[in-house]
């Protein structure tokens, strides 16, 4: 049963204090930009304790609080921050040219400088490749470039 000012034994400011400190770790840990909006919804309802008794006012009160934020914020937090936005370092390499530094034949792996580096190579058409014959990277998977 919910008691006006405590639930489980507990006071009502501590449980949303406690939620609020669980949401930012949360979102610390995935940068979601989700959970960050709840704590912040947590925390108004731990103000709301202060003032009001009843634990499904405060509930209420912490719902629509973090329901707004998420719905009217989110977006622009996410663009503001661009959250998911970047591309790796690998990600950027794919659709550059490569020059093949080790002939690369059908079912074999070679090697290409791409970007100052040299690369474990292996073809996508299994076609032969000779040295200083310039490929395309079509993508990479671990440490081998796929080239076309």
Not at 71 to 92: C, D, F, P, Y
């Amino acid at each position: 049963m919910i008691l006006a000012s405590s639930v489980l034994g507990m006071s009502c400011t501590w449980l949303w204090l406690i939620v609020a400190i669980v949401f930012g770790v949360v979102e610390a840990m995935t940068l979601g930009i989700i959970s960050i909006w709840f704590a912040i919804g947590a925390l108004i309802a731990m103000l709301f304790a202060f003032v009001i008794d009843s634990f499904f006012i405060q509930l209420i009160i912490f719902l629509c609080v973090s329901l707004i934020l998420v719905s009217t914020t989110r977006k622009v937090a996410v663009e503001k921050l661009k959250i998911g936005q970047h591309k790796t370092n690998v990600e950027e390499l794919i659709g550059k040219e490569a020059i093949v530094v080790k002939t690369i034949l059908p079912h074999e792996a070679g090697e290409v400088k791409l970007e100052g580096k040299v690369w474990r190579t292996v073809s996508d058409s299994k076609q032969t490749y000779e040295v200083n014959e310039i490929v395309t990277v079509l993508r990479i998977e671990g440490v081998t470039v796929i080239v076309k």
